[in-house]
């Protein structure tokens, strides 16, 4: 065990010393932060460059009437809007927004049956803001005018709009609430974005590391001393552990950033992410699955590194391997709708897509314990299994050199194992 140990501290030492490791961590931190306090920032970024000042709009109102009842509507609306009367002609005015003197003017008129008839004349259409909240105040007068033909009281109007009365009802005494439902939906995201990238950066991390020592012939002094199956186990182990302690470095800042900017006032982000109804099992099975996941794409990276000579064409290699994480995040992501779903379930039993589509399930749904279990068995057999078949093929692949032809060489790499 001395040399299992020995690889497995060169491993994750080696590793954390790199630049590229400390960067990425402090970006990612700082990134953490940056996103906490985003609303913050951008509401003091909004005040210091003064977006906050009101839109201001020309009105050509040919009606006389619909110029005033839109000020008033604007105010009662609590919209940022100044409307004013254009003293100069249709003509004027599109020139002066030709010349971007002015944002735009809208042209207001009542038709025959007292319709509201408006245009709305801009430079370009990217602004959406500004039309949408005139359009609003303007169906709101609408309303009035109508009501106003057909002799209806603001009471009687009400009336018209009043929204019906829809409860749902859970009759289950496990089911989850409709907030329950909702936070358990953020919260599954999040850690499914966690171990999907987690999975691809450090399986790709192993294979690169195993074909680095290979094109260094590092490889040929490690295997006369060492056997091919403890170097591929202490390689898996020791880079599984420092993506561990990069995860535990991300959780806790991010632990801290939600802690910041929940003080005071609640914005935007601790109220999307509230973790009042976080249950313990969600950040067990998180827990769980996360490790699953990585020892079983871990072994196949490792298995699939020793098969190349150059670190360039690692990714070549690992391609299948990689589309298989992309194929079980897209089948997550389309089951946080709906994680009843027929297809969905079978996912959730396919070892290569339980860590994402299993982990969806079992968040936000109230499973039977043979469920998850299940699939976290299989998933240890089809572990135990990789690890079997990937230490005859890393026994003879990290033999191989030359130019690899893709996964052909797998039989080669087995018989070379033999010998």
């Given amino acids: 065990m001395r040399e299992f140990w020995i690889i497995f501290k060169q491993s994750f030492v080696t590793k954390a010393k790199t630049k590229s490791f ?161 936070q358990a939906r953020v919260l599954v995201y999040v850690l499914m974005f966690v171990i999907y990238f987690a999975v691809i950066i450090y399986s790709s991390m192993i294979a690169t590391e195993v074909a680095t020592e290979k094109s260094s012939r590092v490889m040929e002094i490690l295997i006369s001393s060492v056997s091919p199956v403890k170097h591929m186990f202490a390689k898996v182990l020791g880079i599984g552990s420092l993506g561990i302690v990069q995860i535990l470095v991300y959780g806790l800042a991010g632990l801290i950033a939600y802690k910041v900017s929940s003080i005071g006032e609640e914005n935007d982000f601790s109220a999307f992410f509230s973790l009042e109804n976080l249950q313990v099992s969600t950040l067990v099975y998180a827990v769980v699955f996360f490790l699953l996941g990585y020892f079983l794409y871990a072994t196949l990276a490792a298995l699939l590194g020793s098969l190349v000579s150059r670190t360039e064409d690692v990714q070549q290699m690992i391609m299948p391997m990689s589309l298989l994480v992309v194929a079980a995040f897209i089948i997550a992501a389309t089951g946080l709708g709906n994680p009843e779903m027929g297809y969905i379930k079978i996912a959730s039993f396919v070892p290569f897509f339980a860590p994402l589509v299993m982990f969806l399930r079992v968040g936000m749904l109230d499973l039977p314990l043979w469920e998850p279990l299940l699939s976290i068995g299989i998933m ?40």
């Fill in 380 to 419: 240890v057999v089809t572990i135990a299994l990789l690890g079997w078949f990937g230490a005859k093929v890393y026994r003879g692949g990290v033999l191989m050199y030359g130019p690899s032809r893709s996964l052909k060489d797998l039989k080669k790499a087995i018989q070379l194992g033999k010998e």
């Fill in 22 to 182: 400390f960067i990425t961590t402090l970006i990612m931190v700082a990134g953490i932060f940056l996103f906490a306090n985003l609303p913050s920032l951008i509401s003091s970024v909004s005040k210091l460059i003064g977006d906050g000042e009101e839109d201001k709009v020309l009105v050509l109102d040919d009606s006389g009437v619909l110029l005033e009842r839109l000020q008033q509507q604007l105010k009662l609306s609590d919209e940022e809007i100044a409307v004013e009367s254009a003293n100069e002609t249709k003509e004027q005015l599109e020139k002066q927004v030709e010349e971007e003197k002015i944002d735009g003017f809208i042209e207001l008129n009542l038709d025959a049956s007292q319709t509201i008839q408006a245009t709305y004349t801009s430079a370009s259409s990217v602004d959406q803001y500004l039309p949408s909240s005139l359009q609003d105040a303007l169906q709101s007068i609408q309303t009035e005018v109508k009501a106003e033909q057909l002799s209806l009281s603001g009471e009687e109007v009400a009336t018209l709009f009043t929204p019906i009365h829809f409860e749902k009802k859970n009759i289950s005494a496990s089911a989850k609430s409709e907030e329950e439902l909702n």
